[in-house]
């Protein structure tokens, strides 16, 4: 797997290897030099292991002071461990979308640590990664109405940029470890762990072998997750609340979440699967006796014909939808028909709606 070059590699002045790696220097063996604490490193094995171009460490270097400190004989500069770390750090906040300028500035003033060598004859940087460390108050970043602050880790690399690199190794294991539930709530989970390592994914360009896919990786881990947090039967007797696919689109991985957070709240959710028709919903609803239904959808023109019909047949039976903001116009208006705006709220409302139903 060959994970896009980072931006600041597109340079015309990155695109010509440096003389010592045209003269074949750039590939030779890592050598551990007298007292140091780990391996130094090549600008080739380090490039190799970060998944980025060695232009791009070039850069780094020359523009950022992000370089090699370590001298071998030969006058070859080599990356030390904590050379290491600060690259993990510029790596990971540059994947999170900070500007590589405060990127480098944030790697430099971090508290580094040796970090663990990798396998031998392995390059995933995985298991070299050290536990986060938040220090110093979160990084600025613009958003779509002005400044906002993000929880950017200034000490070490976030669990989310970890789970992104498992996820680009293939590391499955990896990734449980990280996606572990405990006794978190899972709409945090969700917001601060899940959704930013999908996004960040979905922002990269990336080469893959037959059978290797990093979203599914990670998706597969997450399921796993949830199924392992709600492996306990229901109670007897718990009300259920029905979560429908909408047509033509494939079920959200949210959907998951919430059906599983709804557990965690006493009820018995479950997901339906495969195509519904608005007869089938209502048969569905009738036949698992459902306290609510949900629907989700992240499409800009989701197909919701499903719950205006299923409103019309169970005036009765509160329906829960949530939708894109822009999307908003397509949930029918009706007085069984509710739109949640966001996860924790549509969990309220959900649970809230079943309470009701049982004490009447």
């Given at each position: 797997?060959?994970?896009?070059?980072?931006?600041?590699?597109?340079?015309?002045?990155?695109?010509?290897?440096?003389?010592?790696?045209?003269?074949?220097?750039?590939?030779?063996?890592?050598?551990?030099?007298?007292?140091?604490?780990?391996?130094?490193?090549?600008?080739?094995a380090v490039?190799?292991?970060?998944?980025?171009?060695?232009?791009?460490?070039?850069?780094?270097?020359?523009?950022?002071?992000?370089?090699?400190?370590?001298?071998?004989a030969g006058a070859h500069r080599r990356y030390t461990a904590h050379d290491l770390e600060r690259l993990l750090v510029m790596r990971r906040l540059t994947i999170d979308g900070v500007a590589p300028a405060e990127a480098a500035r944030l790697a430099l003033a971090s508290e580094v640590h040796d970090v663990a060598p990798a396998p031998a004859g392995s390059d995933d940087l995985t298991g070299m990664l050290p536990p986060a460390r938040t220090t110093g108050p979160p990084a600025a970043r613009r958003g779509p109405t002005g400044?906002?602050?993000?929880?950017?880790?200034?000490?070490?690399?976030?669990?989310?940029?970890?789970?992104?690199?498992?996820?680009?190794?293939?590391?499955?294991?990896?990734?449980?470890?990280l996606l572990d539930t405990g006794g978190h709530d899972l709409t945090r989970w969700?917001?601060?762990?899940?959704?930013?390592?999908?996004?960040?994914?979905?922002?990269?360009?990336?080469?893959?072998r037959p059978g290797v896919d990093a979203r599914e990786t990670l998706v597969a881990a997450v399921l796993a997750a949830l199924r392992a947090r709600t492996s306990a039967p229901p109670?007897?007797?718990?009300?259920?609340?029905?979560?429908l696919p909408v047509p033509g689109e494939p079920r959200p991985v949210l959907a998951h979440v919430l059906a599983a957070a709804l557990v965690d709240g006493g009820v018995d959710a479950r997901l339906v699967a495969g195509p519904v028709s608005t007869r089938h919903a209502g048969e569905l609803a009738l036949m698992t006796r459902a306290r609510a239904v949900v629907t989700l959808s992240e499409s800009?023109?989701?197909?919701?014909?499903?719950?205006a019909s299923l409103a019309q047949e169970r005036t009765d039976l509160p329906q829960f939808v949530m939708v894109a903001e822009?999307?908003?116009?397509h949930v029918p208006l009706d007085r069984s028909v509710h739109r949640s705006r966001?996860?924790?709220?549509?969990?309220h409302e959900a649970l809230a709606a079943v309470a009701q139903s049982a004490s009447l």
């Open positions: 797997m060959v994970p896009a070059a980072d931006e600041t590699s597109t340079g015309p002045q990155d695109a010509a290897p440096a003389d010592a790696e045209r003269s074949g220097a750039a590939d030779l063996p890592e050598v551990e030099p007298p007292g140091a604490s780990g391996p130094a490193l090549t600008v080739a490039a190799r292991r970060l998944g980025v171009a060695p232009a791009t460490l070039r850069t780094w270097d020359r523009r950022y002071g992000l370089g090699p400190s370590e001298h071998s400044p906002t602050t993000t929880g950017v880790p200034t000490g070490g690399p976030s669990d989310v940029a970890a789970l992104v690199d498992a996820a680009l190794t293939g590391r499955a294991d990896r990734c449980a470890a969700w917001s601060d762990r899940v959704q930013p390592a999908l996004a960040a994914l979905a922002r990269r360009t990336v080469v893959e109670p007897t007797g718990a009300p259920v609340v029905l979560l800009a023109t989701p197909d919701l014909s499903v719950v822009t999307a908003g116009s966001t996860l924790p709220g549509l969990i």
